[in-house]
């Protein structure tokens, strides 16, 4: 099969520059899930407010966590099949924006939780967290049709930087806003305010970044893509025991990364 033309492959400069923006805007857009939701305001939140009518406090926070360990086991098993299916289907701004649409809804019904609601506030919580973690395996995977290889470790690194910087603005004003208004409605209000601010921001990516094409080397005729998954996932695991280093470093930031 030939090989594919990349998509930045003839564009004028402008255009090319243009296709950049839109992509590292995307970190912008959802490192505010990273910033509100994920380390600061929703927290607090679920432990003094969502599980208020819980036992004591240590019993909110021990809930929390168990909402954060599922969370992450969901998406431990998701991601090889995301991957696979980021690596040659076409269709990666189709499954982003359904990952991008579920995790905006997750965090914007997180403005519903009131006085006890911890068994709510868990579900759209991990409906949110697996929203985030699966538009960004789709995200990275639009990189390297995005920008050329020489450019690809720079243009990563600056929406790395425009992420901090957009999810540490929108944190600060709702900080304020929690001082201003209550820490109660301040805080709903904030989840709303990440869910808005992470729908609008992601829009230029979606209209300005096209559609890349499927993978030139497909997977197995008849291989169905979690059948691929897994093959790819056994595979990496029998390379990885070859640097055991390298594989402790990933078990540990699977388990310290949130």
Known sequence: MAALTPAYEG???????????????????????????LAAVLPAYYSSVAGATLPSAAVA??????????????????????GTIADVMRGKKKFLSIFVGMGVVGTGLLFLITTGDWILASVFFILGRVGFAGAN???????PHVARPEDQDVVSTRG?????????????VNVVMIFVLGSEIGARLSFVSVAIWWAVFSIPLFRRVPEPPSASVPRE??????????????????????YRQLFRFLVAFLIYND
């Open 11 to 37: 564009l004028p400069d402008e255009e090319y520059r243009r296709r950049i923006k839109a992509w590292t805007l995307y970190d912008w857009a959802n490192s505010a899930f990273a910033t509100t939701i």
């Open 61 to 82: 926070t021990a809930y929390w966590t168990t909402t954060l360990s599922i969370s992450l086991i969901i998406v431990a098993f998701l991601a090889p099949v995301l």
């Open 137 to 143: 395996v789709f995200y990275d995977a639009l990189l």
């Open 160 to 172: 790395y930087a425009i992420g901090y910087l957009g999810g540490g603005l929108l944190l600060a």
């Open 221 to 242: 005729r008849g291989t169905s893509i979690t059948t691929a998954s897994l093959k790819r996932l056994g595979t990496t695991f029998q390379h990885l025991r070859k």
